[in-house]
Nanobody, 131 residues
Framework: QVELVESGGGLVQAGDSLKLSCAAVGRSVSTYALGWFRQAPGKQREFIAVIHWPGSTPHYSDSAKGRFTISRDISSDNGDNMVYLQMNSLVPEDTAVYFC????????????????????WGQGTRVTVSE
């Protein structure tokens, strides 16, 4: 069982940056793909970014490309059990609850934007971007 715990959300202004963190507790996730999704009020949960292995090439949604960066921590005391989402140039349309998710072990990687591919989800962290 993998427990995912997000943190780092908050209220920021348009143009600001924010870094979200997700800690995986319970077991190593070094063989899992780790992704970020978000759900805006009244909308479906959508894919933002995924990174399959430490050092692998991440994949991003069109809305995240060029502004968001996903990374994994391979040097923490807990091993490869952290994933981050650095968000820059935030706009009000980025307002949502952001979720961390894990797919594995050894995911196929073919349909990484599909919510149903992910086995574990965090509780979410809220990001609000004001004008």
């Amino acid at each position: 069982q993998v427990e995912l715990v997000e943190s780092g959300g908050g209220l920021v202004q348009a143009g600001d940056s924010l870094k979200l963190s997700c800690a995986a507790v319970g077991r190593s996730v070094s063989t899992y793909a780790l992704g970020w999704f978000r759900q805006a009020p009244g909308k479906q949960r959508e894919f933002i970014a995924v990174i399959h292995w430490p050092g692998s090439t991440p994949h991003y949604s069109d809305s995240a490309k060029g502004r968001f960066t996903i990374s994994r921590d391979i040097s923490s005391d807990n091993g490869d059990n952290m994933v981050y989402l650095q968000m820059n140039s935030l706009v009000p349309e980025d307002t949502a609850v952001y979720f961390c998710a894990a797919d594995g072990p050894y995911p196929s990687g073919d349909d990484y934007s599909n919510l149903s591919e992910y086995d574990y989800w965090g509780q979410g962290t809220r990001v609000t971007v004001s004008e």
